[in-house]
Each structure stands twice: as structure tokens, then as C-alpha cells.
């Protein structure tokens, strides 16, 4: 008979732990990437398995690579040392280490001390006087993983903050670079908008003469004013703008509002020469290296230990508690100075019926679990429509480019010739007025398709993984 009980007691234990196997396993990054997640045509490697992962896939350029403007790298590294929203994301960062710093020690025993003393007395007895100076120990033993579980979700959730941080540092060089390029367009618009109110002031003048030598009505003086003054108005636009984005700037980089040095446009290139023009194809891989798929990866990690730790919770769990220390209230004679204190308790807690709590637990964790993988698919298409959407737009401004330098071009030539006309009273001032206004709004149109392209390239460049150390 206590063979038998035996058996069954060792049967028990061998599927008790065969069961809690599992409980160990660490969880496997993700790597699985469609090739097309790019779009047809645009992805060049295709992902298999565990082929690849976000250590081994390709690097993402550097932002001192991608950005050779020597001002522009100036202000980059002034705002990745002042920018609040970086800092905030740094001191998550440490917090989370704290945690993970905690969740590690949890392996070990907590001790404390809780000293005690007690005057009593009885009927105007004398005071007896009694003192407990206890060192108090508790120590939960690590049998199926649960503490295992959560030291593993608090370094996913730490790995969180630092890619957290690394998509803040990736968009604030952006942001900074995007500003840059916008004040330089602006600069050039100004440029163009002060010429043409230099060059429209002087075909009022013109007309002004015709007028006061009867060769043209005084209806032509006042559109050509009226098309001068919207020259004027549009300066100061401009000018606000500048003002603003100036100031924009000037909130990323931590400082009070003031002007910002730049250069002009075209004096540097946007990409390093090495870097060459904007290519084509890119490696699915350079997608793992975004710090929003591998946030979104860990975020499936925590939840799949917190899967772990929902299903140790159906197993026993062992805590020691004791006390060691000094008392001279012994339960008998009182005795000063005392005796030594020493007690030890050891407690298996199995759950049995929880009111179906535990299963509640498990299934919610489960869900979670499913509902991160979900999100980490979505991610990962919109990753991959992000670097479709910014190539084509790369694209687009580069082939219009060519067509704006020529519509300018001629604009320009039927500028000139329309006014000359005028001048030999062959073309009426409408004519002049559509000619000029046609070339000033392309003149503006080219530049903002210049801005345009900076952005497109600029996107490409966080799409890809944003590199911002």
C-alpha cells in the first residue's frame, strides 16, 4: 500500500514537472517579413524563419551620413543634447532599468528589522519592561517560473523605453532637418518675391508713363498696383513664416526664440555623395531595424511572459519566513538581558478553487498576447506602405523638377517679350499681368517641389529605420 502511494506520489511529480517545462521558455523574436512588404518591385531580399533578426539585419544610415549640411549637424547635435521630449524618453528609460534591476534581486531572500519594546502593568503591579529585536527574513522560493516570468516582461518592457527612445531621437532629427529644408525654401521664395517686386515696381512705373501719356487707361495702372501690393503682402507672409518656423525650431533645440543660421539652398547636397541618389529597391531586413517593429516585438514579449506568468500561477508556490534575533519575553520567567530568538516557517500554497480567477487570468493574458501579435502585423504593413508612400514621392518631385525648371524657363521668356510688346504698345497690360503672375507661381511652385523632395527623402530616411546615434 505505501508503494503504491508512492508511485502515484513520483507520477505525479515527474508530470508535475514535465508540465512546468515550458514555463522557462524564453520567448523568440519575430522575423517574419513578407519581401513584398514594400510593394511590388521596391523590397530585394525576401525573410525566411529565423533567417534574420534585428541585430543581424542591415544598419540603418547614420543621420551624420545622411545630413552633410555642416549648420544643419550643428543643430542636430544641439537638439539630441537640449530636446525635454528626448530627455523624458532617457529617464523612462532608466526607470524601467530600476525595474528590471528590482525584478532581477527578486531571487533573493527580503530581510528587515523590526525592533519592539513593551511596558505592562497589572493592578498598580511594577512595570514589567520586555523588548522583541527581531531580524525578520522572507523569502519566495522560485519553483515554476513566475519570477522568472516577470524578471523577462521587465527587461522586455526596459528594451520598450530604449527603442521608444530611439524613435524620438529618429523623429527629432527629422523634425530638425525638416525645418532646416523649410527655412531655406523660405528663403528662396523670399528671394524670388523681393525680385518680382523689384521687377513689377518697375512695370508700374511703366504704366504709370503710358497713363500720363494717354498710350494705355488707368485701369491698367490699378491692376498693375493691385498685382504689386499682392507682391507685397505675400513678402510679408513669408517674412512671418520664417519668423515661426524659426521659432518652431528654436522649441526642439531648447533655446529662446532667435535666428537660426543656415545656408542656401543647393549649397550642400541633402545625402552625402557616397550616399548617392535615392535607389530603388531596399532589403525587407532594413524594416527590423525600426525602432516601432522592435517596440512592437517587445510588447509581444511582455505579453507572452505575462501568458508564463498566468500559468505558474496554477502550480505551488513555496515562501520561508523566519526571525532571528533577541527577546527577554520568553513565554516563562523574564529574563534581562534576553534570550536568542529563532523561529523558521516554510509554507506550499497549492491553489484548488480560486473561483475560476486563475483560468480568467489566463485567458485575458492569452488575448493580450494575440491582440500584440495583431498589432506587430499592422506595424509592420504600415512600415512597409511608409517606404512605398516616401519612394514615390521621391520620385514625383524628381520628375517634376524638369518640368517646373522649364515651365520657368519659358515663363520667364514670355515675360520678357510680352513686355517688350507692351513697351511698343503690341500687347495690352492683361497680357503683361497673366505673364507675370503665371511666372511668379511657377517660380513659387518650383521651390515647394524642391521642399517637397527634401521631405519625401527625409521620410525615406525614417522609414528606413532613422539611424540617430
Not at 532617457?90 to 528590482?102: D, N, T
Not at 519592539?116 to 514589567?128: E, H, K, N
Not at 506550499?348 to 500584440?372: H, V
Request: charged share 15%; aromatic share 8%.
Amino acid at each position: 500500500m505505501i508503494m503504491k502511494f508512492k508511485n502515484i506520489f513520483i507520477a505525479a511529480a515527474v508530470s508535475l514537472l514535465l508540465t512546468s517545462c515550458g514555463l522557462y521558455k524564453k520567448y523568440e523574436p519575430k522575423a517574419d517579413i513578407p519581401a513584398n512588404v514594400m510593394g511590388t518591385g521596391t523590397a530585394a531580399v525576401s525573410l525566411t524563419g529565423d533567417a534574420v533578426n534585428a541585430e543581424s539585419a542591415p544598419k540603418p544610415l547614420s543621420w551624420r551620413q545622411f545630413f552633410v549640411d555642416p549648420l544643419l549637424q550643428k543643430l542636430i547635435e544641439q537638439a539630441l543634447a537640449n530636446n525635454t521630449d528626448l530627455a523624458s524618453a532617457r529617464i523612462a528609460v532608466e526607470q524601467s532599468e530600476a525595474s528590471l534591476k528590482a525584478a532581477r534581486l527578486a531571487y533573493l531572500p527580503s530581510f528587515s528589522i523590526a525592533p519592539q519594546g513593551t511596558l505592562s502593568s497589572f493592578d498598580r503591579s511594577p512595570v514589567a519592561k520586555s523588548y522583541n529585536l527581531p531580524l525578520q527574513m522572507n523569502w519566495d522560493v522560485e519553483l515554476f517560473g513566475g519570477i522568472t516570468s516577470r524578471k523577462r516582461a521587465a527587461k522586455a518592457v526596459m528594451l520598450q523605453a530604449q527603442y521608444m527612445e530611439d524613435a524620438v531621437r529618429s523623429n527629432l532629427v527629422s523634425s530638425v532637418a525638416q525645418y532646416y529644408c523649410l527655412l531655406q525654401v523660405l528663403d528662396r521664395e523670399l528671394e524670388i518675391l523681393t525680385l518680382t517686386d523689384s521687377l513689377w515696381n518697375a512695370s508700374l512705373e511703366t504704366q504709370r508713363a503710358l497713363w500720363e501719356n494717354g498710350q494705355t487707361y488707368s485701369t491698367a495702372v490699378n491692376q498693375q498696383e493691385a498685382s504689386w501690393l499682392s507682391v507685397k503682402t505675400q513678402i510679408v507672409d513669408t517674412r512671418r513664416s520664417i519668423h515661426s518656423t524659426e521659432n518652431a525650431l528654436c522649441e526642439l533645440l531648447a533655446i529662446p526664440p532667435q535666428h537660426i543660421a543656415r545656408t542656401t539652398w543647393g549649397t550642400h547636397a541633402l545625402i552625402a555623395p557616397e550616399v548617392g541618389n535615392v535607389p530603388g529597391h531596399y532589403p525587407a531586413e532594413m524594416l527590423l531595424r525600426r525602432p516601432d517593429i522592435r517596440l512592437a516585438d517587445q510588447m509581444i514579449a511582455e505579453a507572452y511572459y505575462g501568458t508564463q506568468n498566468a500559468r505558474s500561477a496554477f502550480f505551488p508556490s513555496l515562501s520561508l519566513s523566519g526571525l532571528l534575533g533577541w527577546t527577554n519575553s520568553g513565554g516563562g520567567a523574564v529574563m534581562d538581558p534576553g534570550g536568542l530568538l529563532l523561529n523558521l516557517v516554510g509554507q506550499l500554497t497549492q491553489p484548488i478553487f480560486q473561483r475560476g480567477k486563475l483560468k480568467a487570468n489566463l485567458k485575458i493574458a492569452k488575448l493580450s498576447e494575440q491582440d500584440m501579435r495583431n498589432q506587430y502585423v499592422q506595424t509592420v504593413i504600415e512600415a512597409g506602405n511608409q517606404v512605398n508612400e516616401a519612394l514615390a514621392d521621391c520620385h514625383a518631385a524628381t520628375e517634376k523638377h524638369h518640368f517646373y525648371q522649364r515651365q520657368v524657363a519659358v515663363l520667364h521668356e514670355a515675360y520678357k517679350g510680352t513686355h517688350e510688346l507692351m513697351d511698343n504698345g503690341k500687347a495690352s497690360y492683361l497680357e503683361v499681368l497673366t505673364a507675370q503672375e503665371s511666372l511668379l507661381n511657377a517660380q513659387l511652385n518650383e521651390a515647394m517641389n524642391m521642399y517637397d523632395g527634401a521631405q519625401a527623402v527625409i521620410a525615406l530616411y525614417i522609414a528606413l529605420g532613422g539611424g540617430g546615434e
